[in-house]
């Protein structure tokens, strides 16, 4: 007998084989013929999968079902939902993975301030398998309310990436794993948490780890052998990604291109480090894309806008952000 919650749970950390994929589209119909919403959510997931193209049509699809037909599940929470363009939530086989959230619309038309919001989203039975939050604010001192709501939560969700984010964009490394201006959530309670927080003016990328700050001597010698599968190796790519060190930065995309598919959890964590300033020169990340199969789809925006941006990318980062370019599209 197939374990289908154990299959579905095994999905947020690596992709499935076609025969797996094939068995949850069953259990998604039995699912649905009880009543169960992630039945419906899960056959809109693999539509997605096999339509890339329909991809903002079927996340919206998504949503408004949600709103529809599963109020009960997400509680407080679901009128959020409806506003367009606000809130775009990532299921796994029924599971939440990943919500991105502009909170300043939001705070706007409800008078809550961004901490408030993200809780009701905390609150909603799915954010108990919440591994990515993406939250955008309007100003600056806004992020600690962000960050704050982590720290006081009863039951904090097992986030691995966190992106708190005012202004339009990232544009500079300003610290790595010291000197937080922001009130960072204690990493014995999120031991495995990448945080990302800044402004138009700062960034500050580090990694949390419970175990304290590891050499980079020790680093290197983990990164061959990471396997984004597992929580340890997933924390240890993150830090070679984070790391200010180019040698070792290097040595992590190296890694993610050999993984290939297995590591589309971090396409996003490369989508920040893409912004302008972040990386010079990126060309070793958008040569890197490619290697990650149907995940790196959600790259074909970054890449165009790379390619057509001189005064802001070099000549040897926008060639290799074509030729990612290239091998995406169909």
Known sequence: MIDFEALAARSLDEPLTP??????????????????????????????????????????????????????????????????????????????????????????QTKLPPGDLVALL??????ATLRRLHVRVRYAHQVNQVLEVLREIARPPPLEELLVLTGVRVVA?????????YAAPPADRYPELRLFAGDARLSVLSLLDSRGRRDDTDLARLLPAAAPSTAEGRRTLGRGLLRPDPVLRAQALHRLAELGERAFMFVESLMVLLEPGIVTPQAPIAACLPALGDHARIALPMLATITGRAAHYDRETRRAAGVALAALRP
């Open 19 to 108: 025969d797996e994929r094939v068995a949850l589209r069953v259990w998604a119909d039995t699912l649905e013929d009880a009543g169960d919403p992630r039945g419906p959510l899960i056959a809109m997931e693999h539509a997605l999968r096999d339509q890339p193209r329909r991809r903002y049509e079927l996340c919206q699809a998504m949503n408004e079902y949600i709103a529809a037909h599963a109020a009960p599940w997400l509680g407080l929470f679901v009128p959020f939902v409806e506003f367009k363009r606000v809130l775009s939530l990532d299921w796994r086989s029924g599971m939440l993975y990943g919500a991105f959230f502009d909170t300043r619309y939001l705070a706007d």
């Open 173 to 181: 490394i300003a610290a790595v794993d010291h000197d937080l201006p």
């Open 122 to 127: 905390f609150s909603a039975p799915p954010a």
